[in-house]
């Protein structure tokens, strides 16, 4: 048994290390030094939650290594309002430009001081290893990702 779960844990990273590798070499640069860094933060920020989402789904045994995909998705989430500077709303982010206006800057902060919240609550939840309380937190974290991305992101072209 203890054998299975770690040749699933390093099948898990394996293929997530090949997805990250496979992403990041057909990624083209956005020209803005500060909108690569985001969507590299933003796709490492899905690469984490879809590692999660396997386990609640069923589709991959639970590993102490979520952990580490929580806590990533925490820190991003942490640092969530520094990946929008001024100036880096280039087209290829599909950040909409209502992001830098300050008549929803405060709308834009509530979303992020959402996202903070539910991914600390995510972190506690995948550290206690329950499957279902892990879906139920990942659930809460996902939605506030959504609900950022109407008000504020571009739809996919």
């Not at 390093?10 to 290390?17: E, M, P, Q, T």
């Not at 879809?50 to 102490?64: H, L, R, S």
């Not at 972190?123 to 939605?143: F, N």
Request: aromatic share 6%; proline share 2%.
């Amino acid at each position: 048994m203890r054998v299975m779960l770690t040749k699933t844990a390093i099948a898990v990273l394996a293929g997530g290390a090949m997805f990250l590798g496979i992403a990041s070499a057909h990624s083209e640069s956005t020209g803005n030094k500060e909108a690569d860094f985001r969507i590299a933060e933003m796709k490492k920020l899905g690469g984490n939650m879809g590692a999660i989402a396997k386990v609640v789904k069923g589709e991959a045994n639970y590993t102490e290594a979520l952990i580490d995909n929580a806590k990533e998705i925490s820190a991003i989430a942490a640092n969530m309002a520094k990946l929008f500077p001024e100036g880096s709303g280039v087209e290829a982010s599909r950040a909409k430009p209502e992001i830098w206006d300050a008549q929803y800057a405060a709308d834009f902060q509530e979303d992020i001081d959402a996202l903070q919240a539910a991914s600390t609550q995510l972190v506690v939840a995948v550290e206690s290893g329950d499957v279902a309380m892990i879906g139920a937190a990942l659930k809460e974290t996902g939605g506030t990702c959504g609900g950022c991305h109407k008000q504020f992101r571009k739809p996919k072209e």
